[in-house]
């Protein structure tokens, strides 16, 4: 699976939109990125993922750059619990559906 | 709800004495995966079970195995852990199939301490 590159961290204001950025120069064709997160003392949870059109879910939307190269994972009005380590992955529509974890972005959120 | 649930939420072992550690289903997905995730560390798999095809990560050491006896349930022994086998330890499923759209269900984790 290709790699991504998120920041180690970010903070936002409670109340206010989240921008999480994620790069991934090397993505493929096929390969789907998805975002996970991850909340203090918790397993992860999957959050929303695409292919090439924008998202969106109850969670969150993605914005997929028109080239695949990045995408944005956006939190509409951040809250308390929103606070977490959020996972970019890409997943090959070939592979047998390893997730392989990144560093992860460090999403704290203040009231 | 239908769910992953992890049992125990904390263990604790000595070190050398065989531990396992139990996951169950009830979403009927066809993947089982446990993961190793170490303090202030991402989560890393160590392998998986598609159906009752059994898939092993490369660098996962032989001192973890897995069993799963059906479609619900799935252990993950370690033979002698040691005091680096100390994490969170997370099972996870998926349906399969779909590939790149494959989405995961976590459980809670279990804690293990190794003394």
């Known amino acids: 699976d290709a790699k991504t590159t998120q920041p180690n961290s970010m903070e936002s204001n409670e109340e206010e939109p989240v921008h999480l950025p994620c790069n991934h120069s090397?993505?493929?064709?096929?390969?789907?990125i998805h975002w996970y997160r991850q909340l203090p003392s918790q397993g992860p949870e999957y959050v929303i993922h695409?292919?090439?059109s924008n998202v969106n879910n109850r969670m969150a939307s993605l914005a997929i750059a028109e080239d695949r190269k990045s995408s944005t994972l956006i939190l509409h009005r951040a809250t308390l619990r929103d606070a977490a380590v959020y996972y970019c992955?890409?997943?090959?529509?070939?592979?047998?559906?390893?997730?392989?974890f990144g560093k992860g972005t460090k999403l704290s959120v203040k009231p | 709800d239908a769910m992953v649930i992890q049992n125990p939420r904390y263990q604790v072992t000595q070190f050398g004495k065989p531990v396992t550690l139990s996951c169950s289903q009830t979403?009927?997905?066809?993947?089982m995966y446990w993961y190793q995730q170490k303090s202030s560390q991402a989560p890393k798999l160590l392998f998986h079970?598609?159906?009752?095809?059994?898939?092993n990560e490369a660098d996962t050491p032989d001192n973890f195995q897995s069993r799963r006896p059906n479609t619900s349930f799935c252990f993950l022994d370690i033979r002698s852990p040691g005091l680096g086998d100390a994490a969170m330890y997370l099972c996870?499923?998926?349906?399969?199939?779909?590939?790149?759209?494959?989405?995961?269900?976590f459980g809670p984790g279990t804690r293990l301490t190794v003394l």
């Open positions: 996870a499923t998926s349906r399969g199939g779909g590939r790149g759209k494959d989405t995961q269900y």
């Open positions: 090397t993505i493929s064709g096929t390969d789907y």
């Open positions: 695409g292919l090439t």
């Open positions: 992955i890409l997943r090959d529509s070939g592979s047998q559906g390893n997730l392989i």
């Open positions: 979403l009927n997905h066809n993947v």
């Open positions: 079970y598609y159906d009752k095809d059994f898939n």
